[in-house]
């Protein structure tokens, strides 16, 4: 079982950065590929960033590469989201997951989610 808690969303202008942290308690967080998840209002949840256990391998959708880095740190239990350039339709719930799937692909490979943290762009 793994417990997640998002923070550091919050109010930016268009261009600005921000770094989003997921802290996960208990001892198992390095058993977990981890991803970073947005939502939109009136919009489905949508993938937006995932790392390996190991840490080697990302992935990120193509509406965010080269923009954002997800990273982990085992001996911290947190995972963050760092966001560069920040658009207006980066505005979203940002939340974050832990899957036991080696290589998950879709919502319901996450078994454990965050409550989640808003970030707001404005133009």
């Known amino acids: 079982q793994v417990q997640l808690v998002e923070s550091g969303g919050g109010l930016v202008q268009a261009g600005d950065s921000l770094r989003l942290s997921c802290a996960a308690s208990?001892?198992?967080?390095?058993?977990?590929?981890m991803g970073w998840f947005r939502q939109a209002p009136g919009k489905e949840r949508e993938f937006v960033a995932r790392?390996?256990?190991?840490?080697?391998?990302?992935n990120y959708a193509d509406s965010v590469k080269g923009r954002f880095t997800i990273s982990r740190d085992d001996a911290k239990n947190t995972v963050y989201l760092q966001m560069h350039s920040l658009k207006p339709e980066d505005t979203a719930v940002y939340s974050c997951?832990?899957?036991?799937?080696?290589?998950?692909?879709?919502?319901?490979?996450?078994?454990?989610w965050g409550q989640g943290t808003q970030v707001t762009v404005s133009s």
């Open positions: 208990g001892r198992t967080f390095s058993s977990y590929t």
């Open positions: 790392i390996s256990r190991s840490g080697g391998g990302t």
């Open positions: 997951a832990a899957s036991s799937r080696v290589v998950p692909n879709i919502k319901r490979d996450y078994g454990y």
